[in-house]
């Protein structure tokens, strides 16, 4: 099933024809990075490539790294490499309609020699290092972090889907439930709309203070809970978080939630093509000290660039990659207890929200004269 949320800016994607042409536009693509590099066919294995070109096909069930599916294109066709365990869900479940043609191998054959003789007497191009061939990792990095109309439309609808259900499980968690028992109820919504999570955290009662990056354990809700999720669906990622408390905010948490909403606002109000990651990360580190808490920056990684990967370029002091518009970027702020954590696409018109809040309070924050807003602590 393909996503039908519409949203200013953002293409419909919920038809086998917005994949297709999706899949078509990437095949000029293709054609133009083998002409680049001097090749007549491209071999994706990296799971990330092979979703890029499928535009959402996910591999499924337990498989080696050396027999996972794998894509082969030549600019005009392409092709599924399968063995023959995973060839016919991939073609009902996954690629139906999508102008794909097979390659099968038999599982006990092994996938290796079945790519060596495909790539027998033709110079072929490949995303992972293999002898005699092209490498094209980093062409291949920069072509799917430039996420495509249909791609936006389908990380939109899966961050509704996310917000939803970390809002949702806020809303319904209970004093005395063990954090496990809170990522169960989390875990649950994600996967009955089809949504794989990728990494769930749940901190209660200042757990997060210790441990910046948290999982779950047996200790139980009283006050207040911090909860994160990455998920992963139509291959793609993103990663939010949300925060409940049961009565008053404590004193302290509510320092320490103004102060992340403040940064990121701050990195919301910088996030535009051609800016410069490191600078503003830098004017972070002046609101984190102007709001008390000076070194909170160098306790977690402000952020990352996601898409296909839940972390195609890990954001600090020293990245010089330059913003642009289709990326996708997770912003992270954490102080003390505090996170305020979500999604954002990078456009022309400036970042548009991906796990955007439902019935949620939100803080309002004025930078430059202009407004952002952040999730707040729900208190119940």
Same mark, same amino acid.
């Given at each position: 099933?393909?996503?039908?949320?519409?949203?200013?800016?953002?293409?419909?994607?919920?038809?086998?024809?917005?994949?297709?042409?999706?899949?078509?536009?990437?095949?000029?693509?293709?054609?133009?990075?083998?002409? &680049?590099?001097?090749?007549?066919?491209?071999?994706?294995?990296?799971?990330?490539?092979?979703?890029?070109?499928?535009?959402?096909?996910?591999?499924?069930?337990?498989?080696?790294?050396?027999?996972?599916?794998?894509?082969?294109?030549?600019?005009?066709?392409?092709?599924?490499?399968?063995?023959?365990?995973?060839?016919?869900?991939?073609?009902?479940?996954?690629?139906?309609?999508?102008?794909?043609?097979?390659?099968?191998?038999?599982?006990?054959?092994?996938?290796?020699?079945?790519?060596?003789?495909?790539?027998?007497?033709? *110079?072929?191009?490949?995303?992972?290092?293999?002898?005699?061939?092209?490498?094209?990792?980093?062409?291949? @990095?920069?072509?799917?972090? %430039? /996420?495509?109309?249909?791609?936006?439309?389908?990380?939109?609808?899966?961050?509704?889907?996310?917000?939803?259900?970390? &809002?949702?499980?806020?809303?319904?968690?209970?004093?005395?439930?063990?954090?496990?028992?809170?990522?169960?109820?989390?875990?649950?919504?994600?996967?009955?709309?089809?949504? /794989?999570?990728?990494?769930?955290?749940?901190?209660?009662?200042?757990?997060? @203070?210790?441990?910046? @990056?948290?999982?779950?354990?047996?200790?139980?809700? &009283?006050?207040?809970?911090? /909860?994160?999720?990455?998920?992963? *669906?139509?291959?793609?990622?993103?990663?939010?978080?949300?925060?409940?408390?049961?009565?008053?905010?404590?004193?302290?948490?509510?320092?320490?939630?103004?102060?992340?909403?403040?940064?990121?606002?701050?990195?919301?109000?910088?996030?535009?093509?051609?800016?410069?990651?490191?600078?503003?990360?830098?004017?972070?580190?002046?609101?984190?000290?102007?709001?008390?808490?000076?070194?909170?920056?160098?306790?977690?990684?402000?952020?990352?660039?996601?898409?296909?990967?839940?972390?195609?370029?890990? /954001?600090?002091?020293?990245?010089?990659?330059?913003? %642009?518009?289709?990326?996708?970027?997770?912003?992270?702020?954490?102080?003390?207890?505090?996170?305020?954590?979500?999604?954002?696409?990078?456009?022309?018109?400036?970042?548009?929200?991906?796990?955007?809040?439902?019935?949620?309070?939100?803080?309002?924050?004025?930078?430059?004269?202009?407004?952002?807003?952040?999730?707040?602590?729900?208190?119940?």
């Amino acid at each position: 099933m393909q996503p039908t949320t519409l949203t200013a800016g953002v293409t419909r994607a919920d038809t086998v024809s917005d994949r297709r042409a999706d899949i078509d536009a990437k095949m000029t693509k293709v054609a133009e990075l083998l002409r &680049e590099v001097g090749c007549e066919g491209l071999l994706l294995l990296d799971p990330a490539n092979f979703a890029w070109l499928t535009s959402g096909a996910m591999i499924r069930g337990l498989t080696e790294p050396a027999a996972e599916p794998a894509a082969y294109s030549n600019g005009e066709h392409r092709w599924i490499i399968a063995s023959n365990v995973d060839s016919q869900r991939l073609f009902d479940e996954e690629v139906d309609g999508l102008g794909f043609q097979l390659k099968e191998w038999p599982w006990h054959w092994g996938r290796d020699q079945f790519l060596a003789d495909l790539c027998h007497n033709r *110079k072929v191009a490949c995303d992972r290092p293999v002898n005699g061939i092209v490498n094209v990792a980093e062409q291949m @990095r920069r072509l799917r972090r %430039q /996420l495509t109309p249909y791609e936006q439309a389908c990380q939109l609808a899966l961050g509704q889907t996310v917000a939803h259900a970390l &809002e949702a499980t806020c809303r319904t968690l209970e004093r005395g439930e063990s954090e496990r028992e809170i990522a169960g109820h989390l875990s649950h919504r994600l996967l009955h709309r089809g949504v /794989l999570p990728l990494n769930i955290g749940v901190a209660v009662d200042g757990r997060s @203070r210790l441990y910046r @990056r948290f999982g779950f354990t047996s200790a139980s809700l &009283e006050r207040y809970a911090v /909860l994160t999720v990455t998920a992963r *669906k139509y291959g793609l990622y993103v990663t939010a978080s949300r925060s409940v408390c049961f009565g008053e905010v404590p004193v302290e948490l509510r320092q320490e939630h103004n102060a992340v909403c403040r940064v990121s606002a701050l990195y919301l109000s910088s996030t535009w093509p051609d800016a410069v990651p490191r600078e503003i990360l830098m004017t972070g580190r002046r609101i984190y000290l102007i709001s008390g808490y000076e070194h909170e920056w160098q306790l977690a990684p402000p952020g990352h660039i996601t898409g296909r990967c839940p972390i195609e370029i890990a /954001l600090t002091p020293q990245t010089k990659d330059l913003f %642009q518009t289709g990326w996708s970027v997770t912003w992270n702020a954490s102080a003390g207890a505090a996170n305020s954590c979500d999604t954002f696409l990078i456009t022309d018109e400036g970042p548009r929200l991906i796990t955007p809040t439902e019935y949620w309070p939100l803080k309002r924050i004025r930078i430059q004269g202009a407004e952002f807003v952040r999730p707040d602590v729900l208190q119940r």
